[in-house]
């Protein structure tokens, strides 16, 4: 018995203080606070993508890097006067413009209902704006965890986020820090089916990684000569879908970090798996993104409140 005791409290203090413990998050909980929330965001998110083939990559991004850091609470959104913010560290400065507007434009549709305005959190509306980005984008359609607040605090040197040299190692200790498994890493680096990445990132592989197929190497060589940047996913750059995985296969993974999930043996089962069986890789990427979109919520009694502007605590 007091053995089992033992296991209860344990099981409870580490509840308590894993990134994952959020008891407040539900998927209908604007149901009866705005009513028309999602058909609101994802309106607004097809016409941000209709004005820029970048949104719902910059979006995806945006979600991540907000989540990782300080938690999902739209930490990395806010301005400080002072200079200090999430985003203005280096990680953060290559963030697309495009990802923010969306974000603000949902907001401003979301306020544009008079049941809805100022009453739903611009973390929430991220989350939202991500599924959609997603989903238009030919990836699955998923039910959103939601009632998260938005953080007050947004630092530069709170940023920590994974480097595109990371090994396996690197990644599955960064993941886990944040309470996600190595599965969980594997099916969310899968968001690099969309989108593109700066030469800067990935021009020291250029050079002849064994890795790297020679074909591709050399028409990356001419992308980097050109347009200084290529896309993630050479194969169907906005599309969401598994060829992410069937181009790792093919040595044609663009980031150093993402080919590695072939290279090593540890995690080559699983690209097979979803180079394979895209439903596989629809449904572990959306364990994952409800995983992530858990990491450290917040809540009134923790400081959180509903931004009246993304951009700017109240
Ligand atoms: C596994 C560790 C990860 C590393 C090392 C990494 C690194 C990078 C790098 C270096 C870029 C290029 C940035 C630029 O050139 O501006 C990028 C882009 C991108 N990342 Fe990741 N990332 C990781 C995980 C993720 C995750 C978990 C997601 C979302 C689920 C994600 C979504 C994206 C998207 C959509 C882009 C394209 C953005 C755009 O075109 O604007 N990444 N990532």
Not at 69 to 80: E, K, Y
Not at 180 to 186: F, G, I, K, N, R
Request: charged share 20%.
């Amino acid at each position: 018995m007091r053995s089992f005791h033992f296991v209860v409290v344990l099981a409870l203090a580490v509840a308590i203080s894993s990134p994952l413990a959020v008891a407040q998050l539900k998927q209908n909980y604007y149901a009866s606070i705005c009513p028309n929330l999602e058909n609101i965001v994802r309106g607004s998110v097809q016409r941000s993508m209709q004005q820029s083939p970048i949104a719902a990559p910059a979006t995806l991004r945006l979600f991540f890097h907000d989540c990782a850091v300080r938690g999902c609470d739209a930490s990395v959104m806010i301005i400080n006067p002072n200079g200090d913010d999430e985003w203005r560290n280096p990680d953060d400065q290559t963030l697309k413009p495009e990802g923010f507007t969306t974000v603000i434009a949902a907001k401003a549709a979301v306020d544009s209902d008079p049941q809805c305005r100022n009453r739903v959190s611009c973390a929430d509306i991220l989350a939202l704006a991500t599924r959609d980005s997603v989903f238009l984008s030919g990836g699955p359609d998923y039910a959103v965890e939601l009632g998260r607040f938005d953080g007050r605090v947004s630092t530069r040197n709170s940023v920590n986020l994974p480097h595109g040299n990371f090994n396996l190692d690197q990644l599955t200790g960064y993941f886990g820090s944040l309470g996600l498994s190595p599965t969980d890493m594997v099916a969310l680096s899968g968001g690099h089916t969309i989108g593109a990445a700066s030469c800067s990132f990935f021009g020291y592989r250029l050079g002849g990684d064994p890795t790297m197929d020679p074909n591709f190497a050399a028409m990356l060589r001419g992308s980097c000569g050109s347009s200084g940047f290529a896309f993630l996913d050479a194969a169907t750059p906005l599309r969401f879908d598994n060829a992410f995985y069937q181009n790792l296969r093919a040595g044609r993974g663009l980031l150093g970090s993402d080919q590695t999930l072939y290279s090593d043996p540890r995690s080559r089962g699983l690209v097979d798996r979803y180079a394979a069986n895209q439903g596989a890789f629809f449904n572990d990427f959306v364990a994952a993104m409800t995983k992530l979109g858990r990491v450290g919520v917040k809540s009134p009694a923790t400081g959180g409140e509903i931004r009246r502007d993304c951009r700017f605590p109240n």
